[in-house]
């Protein structure tokens, strides 16, 4: 990669391919395991990957401009099983493509809003919001990561993205060679 828009870019197709993976596995859960409690920051698996669906949605709308700040949290629920998040996860990872599709280096440093509630309307750069974006989504799956490997799930191998070596080939080659027609 020889651009951070580039990066970002490809970010946003490791956090779609892990968010996939990851949640594939997790409809292997019946929704008992799937919203069990367990020990990690967020008391189930369930609580944790619907957290990061709804701060996805929070983050995508700033950076779009979308102007809906933390009213996204209204609708905020703890999904009852994998396959009721996933669609919806995929069509936030889809959306944050296509908004890190579109950067040019210029847009690094273009600041927006960040509604934050009662502590204010906070501007923040683009770049600096999508590396915290990309950082929090890693954060908290490796928590339902580790909290799958209670369950009769094994937890899936999520850091190959980049790598040929044991990358998922239904989706992975393909952003892949997306990102490098980009650089090209």
Known sequence: MT????????????????????????????????????TSFFPSIAATLSHNHFVDLYYIDAVEEGGLGESVYDDEIVF????????????????????????????????VITDRGE????????DNLLAHLFQHQIHHRGQAHAML???SVKPP??????LDFER???I???DLTDVSRRNA
């Open 157 to 162: 191998q999520l850091d190959e993205f980049f």
């Open 149 to 151: 490997a209670g369950t």
């Open 119 to 126: 502590k204010g309307k906070i501007p923040e750069r683009i």
């Open 168 to 170: 998922d080939p239904e």
């Open 3 to 38: 651009n951070l828009p580039a990066h970002f870019s490809a970010m946003a197709r490791n956090n779609r391919w892990s968010n996939h993976v990851l949640l594939r596995a997790c409809a292997r859960l019946d929704g008992a395991a799937f919203t069990a409690t367990r």
């Open 80 to 111: 009852a099983h994998a396959s009721d998040l996933a669609p919806l996860q995929q069509a936030a990872d889809e959306r944050l493509i296509v908004f890190c599709d579109r950067l040019t280096d210029a847009d690094m440093s273009r600041i």
């Open 172 to 174: 992975a080659r393909l």
